[in-house]
């Protein structure tokens, strides 16, 4: 097929881009006289063309959540995603021991048998077990363990191959073995949930961390007497960094500094996305404990911050106010860096001749007019009028999912 007048990052005029098998197989000028085929080709009508963001921890959307253990969630929650611009994530959650990880199972199952419409569920990410009761934020203790009580062995067979990340601590006594064993099974281990000093985060790099989560959340603050692991994190190139761009969890100055710290290359822009991300504000309940959301923000009802309800989207044009940064750069902060952390930056991530064709057509308010994963449309809205400009000047927002039913 052909996705023609096309806006695209850092390309001057219109192009269309041709898609055949899943991948981008050609870039050229939109050709203006060439007539469109009818249910082939699908035309942005000038409006903006970028790569399929990618969230590397998202909880859930849509009213739906991983932790549930339900297909059905899943599949919602990659529906919902699809239709906030997201084109792959990784379904991010917690242990339950309790319950023997049923919800892991059902996470590893949708991962190996995923069908139809949808962002593309790339693997699990495990904030935990192995993380610091200080610097629990919002995770319940029952959900941290030690290797002495829930072994990483166990944890991986439960994930049947589909453990992508893991969230730990590294000062913890044995944790060090632990992130070298998650090397050695290409899981990427990330520093978060940790209380770790400037040493103990050193250590953690030297024996394979390379990646952080939520940077700044749920660990030490950076002192000019106890640097702790922030500072460790800014001192190391080779670490990229999750940062929730709210500016809420951290502050817009902050944000700014870490980017100018850290680099364009190793931001790596997330959601932390809950259930309640597509609702409306209210009162929800995740991991059976109650949570309000605010304003694009979810605090269970004593206040402890626990994620986000924004879409990435929005969390990239945040990032974008508050650094200073190109759209393009911002872009490539939640999609192309997020690419690389998950060793999948020859395929995804950037509008080039033989990438996965994952794209999004944005409309001038940057909700979604179309998402394509591997060159097939998976959503579109409808009820549309195009205007020159490529707007949606009806306001309407009807969703239309193809290849699969939207679960509702």
Same mark, same amino acid.
């Given at each position: 097929?052909?996705?023609?007048?096309?806006?695209?990052?850092? @390309?001057?005029?219109?192009?269309?881009?041709?898609?055949?098998?899943?991948?981008?197989?050609?870039?050229?000028?939109?050709?203006?006289?060439?007539?469109?085929?009818?249910?082939?080709?699908?035309?942005?009508?000038?409006?903006?063309?970028?790569?399929?963001?990618?969230?590397?921890?998202?909880?859930?959307?849509?009213?739906?959540?991983?932790?549930?253990?339900?297909?059905?969630?899943?599949?919602?929650?990659?529906?919902?995603?699809?239709?906030?611009?997201?084109?792959?994530?990784?379904?991010?959650?917690?242990?339950?021991?309790?319950?023997?990880?049923?919800?892991?199972?059902?996470?590893?199952?949708?991962?190996?048998?995923?069908?139809?419409?949808?962002?593309?569920?790339?693997?699990?990410?495990?904030?935990?077990?192995?993380?610091?009761?200080?610097?629990?934020?919002?995770?319940?203790?029952?959900?941290?363990?030690?290797?002495?009580?829930?072994?990483?062995?166990?944890?991986?067979?439960?994930?049947?191959?589909?453990?992508?990340?893991?969230?730990?601590?590294?000062?913890?006594?044995?944790?060090?073995?632990?992130?070298?064993?998650?090397?050695?099974?290409?899981?990427?281990?990330?520093?978060?949930?940790?209380?770790?000093?400037?040493?103990?985060?050193?250590?953690?790099?030297?024996?394979?961390?390379?990646?952080?989560?939520?940077?700044?959340?749920?660990?030490?603050?950076?002192?000019?007497?106890?640097? !702790?692991?922030?500072?460790?994190?800014?001192?190391?190139?080779?670490?990229?960094?999750?940062?929730?761009?709210?500016?809420?969890?951290?502050?817009?100055?902050?944000?700014?500094?870490?980017?100018?710290?850290?680099?364009?290359?190793?931001? +790596?822009?997330?959601?932390?996305?809950?259930?309640?991300?597509?609702?409306?504000?209210?009162?929800?309940?995740?991991?059976?404990?109650?949570?309000?959301? @605010?304003?694009?923000?979810? @605090?269970?009802?004593?206040?402890?911050?626990?994620?986000?309800?924004?879409?990435?989207?929005?969390?990239?044009? @945040?990032?974008?106010?508050?650094?200073?940064?190109?759209?393009? +750069?911002?872009?490539?902060?939640?999609?192309?860096?997020?690419?690389?952390?998950?060793?999948?930056?020859?395929?995804?991530?950037?509008?080039?001749?033989?990438?996965?064709?994952?794209?999004? +057509?944005?409309?001038?308010?940057?909700?979604?007019?179309?998402?394509?994963?591997?060159?097939?449309?998976?959503?579109?809205?409808?009820?549309?009028?195009?205007?020159?400009? !490529?707007?949606?000047?009806?306001?309407?927002?009807?969703?239309?999912?193809? !290849?699969?039913?939207?679960?509702?």
């Amino acid at each position: 097929m052909r996705l023609r007048a096309c806006r695209l990052p850092g @390309r001057l005029g219109l192009h269309e881009l041709i898609l055949e098998k899943g991948r981008i197989a050609a870039i050229q000028a939109d050709a203006t006289s060439a007539p469109d085929r009818p249910g082939v080709d699908l035309s942005a009508q000038g409006r903006l063309v970028t790569p399929g963001l990618i969230d590397v921890h998202t909880h859930g959307a849509g009213g739906a959540e991983v932790f549930s253990g339900s297909a059905v969630d899943l599949q919602r929650m990659a529906l919902t995603l699809a239709q906030q611009g997201v084109t792959a994530f990784l379904a991010t959650t917690i242990c339950h021991r309790q319950s023997g990880h049923a919800h892991l199972r059902s996470a590893a199952d949708f991962i190996n048998r995923q069908r139809g419409s949808g962002a593309r569920c790339l693997g699990i990410h495990l904030e935990g077990p192995y993380i610091s009761v200080k610097r629990r934020g919002g995770i319940d203790p029952a959900s941290i363990d030690s290797p002495a009580t829930q072994s990483l062995d166990e944890l991986l067979e439960i994930c049947a191959g589909g453990l992508r990340m893991m969230t730990l601590a590294p000062e913890l006594p044995g944790h060090l073995e632990l992130v070298e064993q998650l090397v050695r099974r290409r899981v990427i281990p990330s520093l978060g949930h940790t209380d770790a000093s400037y040493a103990q985060a050193v250590a953690g790099f030297t024996a394979g961390i390379q990646h952080v989560t939520h940077l700044f959340n749920a660990m030490p603050p950076l002192l000019h007497r106890a640097p !702790g692991c922030v500072a460790a994190v800014f001192n190391h190139p080779a670490v990229t960094a999750q940062i929730i761009s709210d500016g809420v969890h951290v502050h817009a100055e902050i944000i700014n500094l870490s980017y100018r710290l850290l680099g364009a290359e190793r931001c +790596v822009l997330i959601t932390d996305g809950m259930q309640a991300s597509g609702l409306p504000d209210g009162r929800y309940v995740y991991a059976g404990k109650e949570y309000e959301t @605010r304003n694009g923000t979810a @605090r269970y009802l004593d206040g402890t911050l626990i994620g986000s309800t924004l879409r990435l989207i929005e969390i990239a044009l @945040r990032f974008r106010k508050y650094t200073g940064c190109s759209l393009e +750069v911002a872009l490539e902060c939640a999609s192309m860096n997020p690419a690389r952390v998950l060793g999948l930056a020859d395929r995804k991530g950037a509008i080039r001749p033989g990438y996965d064709a994952d794209l999004v +057509v944005w409309n001038d308010d940057f909700s979604v007019y179309a998402t394509l994963i591997n060159g097939e449309v998976v959503y579109r809205q409808r009820g549309l009028t195009q205007d020159a400009g !490529g707007g949606n000047s009806s306001g309407e927002n009807d969703a239309v999912f193809h !290849g699969a039913d939207s679960g509702s």
